[in-house]
């Protein structure tokens, strides 16, 4: 397991627009293709594919919300299954701080191929999600 703790981004939009968008369906991101989306209460459960280092691969994770404070994400398949983190918010006016702090692993992958890996993964997220929080109503 890797720890990351990956602070200091923030969304370009109040903390309540940033929940408001996250329960929606324009929660999307493109460099994911979502195969089931299911909801039960505060639990999110996704299955899609996505890239992972050239490769796409499926993906499961389990998200529980706990608004507004932040999630916890589990994956449960795929190259990253084993890992866990809490996604937690900062709300700052006009803008959300985002903080993600957690263990993770790829399977095969050594701890730095890790980090690089899941940091651009995580980059990848935070630019779909401040783009599409833009458009968001």
Known sequence: MVFILDDGSEFD??????WNYLRSDEHRHP?????SREVTGNVVVLTSE??????LVKVKMRNTLY???????????????????????TPKGDKTGITIVGDFTIAGLDE??????????????FDEDNENLKKAK
């Not at 939009?13 to 940033?18: C, H, M, T, Y």
């Not at 996505?50 to 490769?55: A, D, E, I, K, Q």
């Not at 608004?67 to 918010?89: C, D, K, M, T």
């Open 13 to 18: 939009a109040p903390l309540e627009k940033v």
């Open 112 to 125: 730095k191929a890790v980090k690089d890996t899941l940091m651009t993964m995580l980059q990848t997220s």
């Open 50 to 55: 996505r890239t992972v280092r050239g490769n």
């Open 67 to 89: 608004p507004p404070i932040g999630f916890l994400q589990e994956y449960l398949e795929g190259p990253v299954a084993g890992s866990r983190a809490f996604v937690y918010y």
């Open 31 to 35: 460099s994911a293709k979502v195969i």
